[in-house]
């Protein structure tokens, strides 16, 4: 139920903040608005979960591709390569690696998607590494015993085995790629960074609580969603 929750409340949020000019009017009493207005609030969650889902999408594939490459038999050899790789991405601050991709990629979603992508493939790697790492050796020669091809080992024993454990991976990269991705408002990405570098450069706190509280209850939401997901597969795991 902690989803549906938290989801409920992220709408009610998103609904009720451009009617609760009283609530917010206590934080910038001598403000002339206190309510951001620029765009809807909904249409601001919209672009924001696009960019975050969109990164998402691409650093799962590359990232779990990558960490089945490098533990089968012919691509062991490049097992240190990739997660040096991977973990160069995190090395660089989202706005350093936005600072270089705007000269090339110009103003809008796509740098901060790149930025997203280089920042969340880490704990994806690495998570996708430790859980076919783990998987026993056991059951993998019991499963070549049984006739079992590596594709039907991989696809049937060693994911659905290590699948809790890159769940985790997933559910720590989007998490991080929610906040993070409310810096794509200083380089022209409309998102829910937007009332928040609003109200900075303004000096309206009541701006960046607004964004900031949506940016929360949103990561809140698919957090707790991921973690309903991996119990159920860990229950399902446990019950086969």
Not at 5 to 17: D, K, Y
Not at 179 to 207: E, R
Request: net charge positive.
């Amino acid at each position: 139920m902690r989803p549906l929750f938290w989801g409920v409340l992220l709408c009610i949020c998103v609904a009720g903040i451009p009617y609760a000019d009283a609530l917010f009017r206590w934080l910038e009493p001598d403000a002339r608005q206190v309510i951001y207005q620029r765009a809807p609030f909904y249409a601001l969650l919209s672009r924001h979960l696009l960019v975050v889902g969109v990164a998402a999408v691409v650093t799962i594939a590359v990232g779990v591709a990558a960490g089945i490459a490098v533990t089968r038999k012919r691509g062991r050899d490049f097992l240190p390569l990739v997660a040096q790789l991977a973990s160069l991405g995190q090395t660089f601050p989202p706005v350093a690696v936005l600072a270089l991709a705007v000269p090339v990629l110009g103003f809008g979603t796509l740098p901060i998607i790149m930025a997203l992508m280089l920042y969340g493939l880490l704990p994806i790697v690495r998570n996708t590494l430790a859980g076919l790492q783990e998987v026993d050796a056991d059951i993998k020669m019991s499963a070549r015993a049984m006739g079992m091809t590596p594709a039907q080992i991989l696809y049937q024993v060693e994911l659905p085995l290590a699948a809790p454990v890159i769940l985790a991976g997933i559910r720590t990269s989007v998490t991080i790629n929610i906040a993070t991705a409310a810096l794509g408002a200083t380089v022209g990405a409309s998102n829910l960074g937007d009332p928040i570098i609003a109200g900075i450069i303004n000096g309206n706190m009541a701006y960046v609580v607004q964004g900031a509280l949506i940016i929360a209850l949103l990561a809140l939401t698919l957090d707790s969603l991921f973690d309903s997901m991996q119990t159920r597969w860990r229950q399902r795991l446990s019950s086969s």
